[in-house]
């Protein structure tokens, strides 16, 4: 089996507040757990960087 890992880096466009993304990382944490994906989601206010590693092409949807 092959392993799929992609790092990333993204801006914000909006102001979070710090609930909306403590929901947004739970919300895609239950759906990446079904999908073999793991990871880790930094935001420092301004960017995210996440790291997500899985099987194959799993990983891959997550960009679409």
Known sequence: ???SLLVYRSRSTNQLKK??????SKHFA???RDRDITGMLVFDGQYFMQVLE???RRSLPCMS
């Open 54 to 56: 899985g099987p194959g």
């Open 1 to 3: 089996m092959s392993l």
């Open 19 to 24: 609930d909306k993304v403590v929901a947004m």
């Open 30 to 32: 239950v759906r990446n």
